[in-house]
C-alpha cells in the first residue's frame, strides 16, 4: 500500500512575539487527538518519532508548495521536528506568526503511522533577527539539530550565526550561490574562523561523488600511475551557472580544490584570465601544473554542473577525461598512452532529487575534512 501523508494545523497569531508554550500546548494537543474516530489513526496505531531537528532557514521568494513536497519525503526517512523559519527581512511591519502541523506516513495495510510534527515560523521586519529565540526553546534536547541554510550564508548575519551555534552540522547548497568567488570564499573564511565548532554540509559537494569516484580509480591502475605523476595540465570544463554566467561554477571550484588538495598542490600566484576561460599554475615543490576552468556552453547537464575533467602530460604522451554523457545521465571514463586507448568505467549518473540529497547530507555528523580541504583550496582560486 502506497504510503500516505496526513497533514493538520492550528494557526497561532500572538499579539507579541511567539507563545512557546502554546504551541507546544497544540502539539500535544494534536498528539493526543491523533487517535479520534474519525482519524485512520484510531485503526492503525501513532508512533511519534524525533531521530532529529530539522531547522529550515528560507524566504517567501522560494516555493512554499515545493519545499512542503520535499520535507514530506525527509520526514519519511528522518522522522523528527521540523523548524521552518520564513524570513521576510524586507516587510515593512515587524511581526511574527507560529504554524503547528502534525505530518504521519502509514506504513503498510494495516501498519503503525510514523509521524513527525513541524513548526512554522513567520517573521517579517526587524523582528527577524531575534527569531532564533523562538527556535531554541522548540528544539528537541537528545537529539541532533540540523540547519538546512536555504540561501547564502553571511558571516555578519546575526541570525545565520544564532542558529548556527545551535546546530551539530549546517547545510548549504553552493549550487545556488548567486556570486560564487566572494561567497565561496567567505564560506572558506566562515569555517576556518569557527572551526571545529562549524560543521557544514554542501548538497553540491554531493553532486560530485560520482566524478570524485572516476577521478579517483586512474590512481588504482598500477599502469597509470608513472604517466598520472607526471601530469602537466588538468582542465575542467562546467555549465555556466545561471545566477553568474560569467563566473566559474561553483561545483568547478569544490572540484579543482578538491584535485588541489588530494594531490597536494598549492596554488601559485593570482588567477589568469585566458580568453573565454581561466587559467592559473598549482605547484608541488618543483613540479608546476596549469589548471585551467573552461565554460562549456554546449555541454550535457545542469547550469554550473560539470562537462567534463581531462589531464594530460607534455606533448600528449598520455591523456585521461571523465565526460558526462547520454544527456547527462552517464559518466565515462577513458585514457590514452601513445597510441593505445582504453575505455575504462561507465556509470550511470542519475539526477537525484533535491530531497534525496539533503536525506544524504542527515545521515552523519562528522565533520567532513576532505570537503573543507577542498574549499579552502577553491577559495585560493578565487582570493
Not at 512557546?20 to 508512533?47: C, F, N, Q, Y
Not at 544527456?327 to 533535491?354: C, F, N, Q, Y
Request: some cysteine.
Amino acid at each position: 500500500m502506497p504510503l500516505e501523508t496526513q497533514v493538520s494545523a492550528v494557526t497561532l497569531v500572538p499579539s507579541q512575539g511567539v507563545d512557546i508554550g502554546r504551541i507546544e500546548k497544540e502539539l500535544a494537543s494534536m498528539w493526543s487527538g491523533a487517535g479520534d474516530a474519525g482519524d485512520p489513526a484510531a485503526h492503525a496505531g501513532v508512533t511519534r518519532a524525533c531521530t532529529l531537528n530539522l531547522v529550515v532557514y528560507t524566504t517567501p521568494a522560494d516555493d512554499g508548495d515545493k519545499l512542503e513536497e520535499l520535507l514530506e519525503e525527509v520526514n519519511e526517512r528522518h522522522p523528527g521536528r521540523t523548524l521552518i523559519l520564513v524570513a521576510d527581512r524586507d516587510a515593512a511591519q515587524a511581526r511574527i506568526e507560529a504554524y503547528v502541523s502534525m505530518r504521519c506516513r502509514l506504513l503498510g495495510a494495516a501498519g503503525k503511522q510514523i509521524c513527525g510534527e513541524q513548526v512554522t515560523i513567520e517573521a517579517g521586519g526587524t523582528l527577524v533577527e531575534t527569531a532564533a529565540t523562538a527556535v531554541a526553546p522548540l528544539l528537541v534536547p537528545d537529539v541532533p539539530v540540523f540547519l538546512w541554510w536555504k540561501d547564502v550564508p553571511h558571516y555578519e548575519d546575526k541570525l545565520f550565526d544564532r542558529l548556527a551555534q545551535m546546530a551539530d552540522r549546517v547545510v548549504i547548497d553552493s549550487a545556488v550561490f548567486d556570486h560564487p568567488h566572494a561567497d565561496l570564499l567567505r564560506l572558506a573564511q566562515m569555517i576556518g574562523q569557527r572551526s571545529p565548532r562549524m560543521r557544514v554540509s554542501d548538497i553540491n559537494w554531493g553532486r560530485l561523488n560520482s566524478w570524485r569516484t572516476l577521478l579517483a580509480s586512474f590512481w588504482d591502475v598500477p599502469d597509470y600511475r608513472p604517466m598520472l605523476g607526471a601530469i602537466d595540465r588538468l582542465t575542467i570544463s562546467y555549465r555556466p551557472p545561471a545566477a553568474a554566467p560569467g563566473e566559474i561554477a561553483a561545483s568547478a571550484l569544490l572540484l579543482a580544490g578538491w584535485l588541489a588538495s588530494r594531490l597536494d598542490f598549492e596554488v601559485d600566484g593570482a588567477s589568469m584570465r585566458a580568453g573565454d576561460g581561466t587559467e592559473c599554475r598549482v605547484r608541488k615543490g618543483a613540479r608546476s601544473v596549469a589548471l585551467a576552468l573552461l565554460p562549456d556552453k554546449s555541454g550535457d547537464g545542469a547550469a554550473g554542473s560539470i562537462s567534463s575533467v581531462a589531464g594530460s602530460t607534455e606533448g600528449g604522451a598520455m591523456t585521461f577525461v571523465v565526460t558526462l554523457r547520454d544527456g547527462g545521465t552517464r559518466l565515462a571514463t577513458e585514457a590514452r598512452i601513445g597510441t593505445m586507448r582504453t575505455v575504462g568505467r561507465v556509470i550511470g549518473h542519475p539526477l537525484r532529487s533535491d530531497a534525496d540529497r539533503l536525506c544524504g547530507e542527515l545521515a552523519f555528523l562528522s565533520r567532513d575534512a576532505i570537503y573543507e580541504e577542498a574549499l579552502a583550496r577553491a577559495a585560493k582560486l578565487v582570493g
